[in-house]
């Protein structure tokens, strides 16, 4: 698969996207560098390889007036945080190439305000760079259990794609160390009261590649409890909630389980939204995005965000904490809920 191909915008005269010249790993700058000394301007949404030289890259940010600050006070002068470099830029969009689709029908938000789903909440920087590197050793010092296409890792109890639930007889034991403090950071969230009491006891760690995400699904009711955590961590990508209206949504698709073939994506029998999830940022859902929103990761390897592309990288993992119920589901959703079905 090529790299993404970027050009001059026409009939435009900015963009929240840079071409930068002289800056890339072949020069000694990693991404990582590159976006921390671009980030004094504003968000940085990604930093992305513009052709195989390794010395060009296009940074991407989520405001066009970042991109435009950036570039009037680094082109053509030597950047003191990124070894003195003298950098050429110039504004730049993706040009069209097969690396891809790239869904320009929806608007992807930043921020949880954005969408108006009741009880759907975005953390951003939840966890420090430090803290997503420990995190990520942690589990790759586990063993993993192989998927159709992608990884997995259970604690406390294994969920059961077959049956899309768990069995809460078969206690895996407690979290390992390394989810301590994720949880004693949970419990201090100000967003809801609930969360001081609730004792989350079902981890799933997901390992996903590049252009592998997850179908449409809610989770179980009778599954899990009426809050659910999802930590993103490594890489970043978009997600899509639906909801459905009434004769729309058949109940068998309320799964976990990777299907091939997707819904389409102008199907006028539901409401979409879409938010961007950084890495480190952590995801809630209750109530109503709980129990009545589907939930989608595209099975994309770049994702379009205010006007810029972001490129899915090289691994995903995200820290997926429930609580396991032991009585059957009352919600105020019962189209959804197979408790009450």
């Known amino acids: 698969m090529g790299l993404a191909r970027f050009g001059r915008p026409k009939g435009a005269l900015s963009s929240p996207n840079l071409f930068v010249a002289n800056c890339g790993p072949a020069v000694g700058l990693s991404h990582d560098a590159i976006a921390t000394a671009f980030g004094a301007f504003g968000q940085v949404l990604g930093v992305h390889a513009a052709d195989d030289t390794g010395a060009r890259v296009v940074v991407s940010f989520a405001q066009e007036s970042s991109a435009q600050n950036a570039l009037n006070a680094l082109h053509g002068r030597p950047c003191p945080d990124l070894k003195g470099r003298t950098l050429h830029i110039r504004y730049s969009v993706l040009q069209p190439t097969s690396m891809g689709r790239v869904d320009d029908s929806v608007v992807v938000s930043l921020l949880h305000s954005e969408l108006n789903i009741p009880g759907l909440y975005l953390f951003h920087d939840f966890v420090t760079a430090k803290e997503e590197e420990e995190l990520l050793a942690a589990v790759d010092e586990r063993p993993w259990k192989n998927l159709a296409k992608r990884r997995v890792q259970h604690y406390g109890y294994e969920f059961c794609y077959e049956t899309r639930n768990v069995d809460s007889k078969k206690n895996l034991g407690e979290f390992p160390s390394f989810v301590s403090p994720i949880l004693e950071r949970i419990s201090m969230l100000s967003k809801r009261e609930d969360v001081e009491t ?144």
């Not at 599954?223 to 993103?232: H, R």
């Not at 129990?291 to 989608?296: P, R, T």
């Open 198 to 341: 609730i004792a989350l006891d079902q981890l799933t760690v997901n390992e996903y590649p590049p252009g592998v995400g997850l179908s449409p699904h809610i989770d179980t009711h009778s599954a899990f409890e009426g809050l659910i955590f999802s930590l993103s961590l490594a890489g970043p990508c978009i997600m899509e909630f639906r909801r459905y209206f009434e004769g729309g949504w058949l109940p068998r698709t309320s799964s976990s389980i990777d299907i091939e073939t997707e819904n389409s994506e102008n199907n006028s029998n539901f409401l979409r939204r879409v938010i961007y999830l950084p890495p480190r940022s952590l995801l809630l859902l209750s109530g109503e995005a709980r129990y009545a929103w589907h939930h989608y990761i595209p099975h994309h390897k770049i994702d379009k965000v205010k006007g810029s592309v972001i490129r899915r990288g090289s691994r995903r993992v995200s820290f997926t904490i429930r609580k396991v119920r032991t009585t059957p589901c009352q919600c105020e959703f019962p189209l959804y809920c197979d408790s009450q079905r």
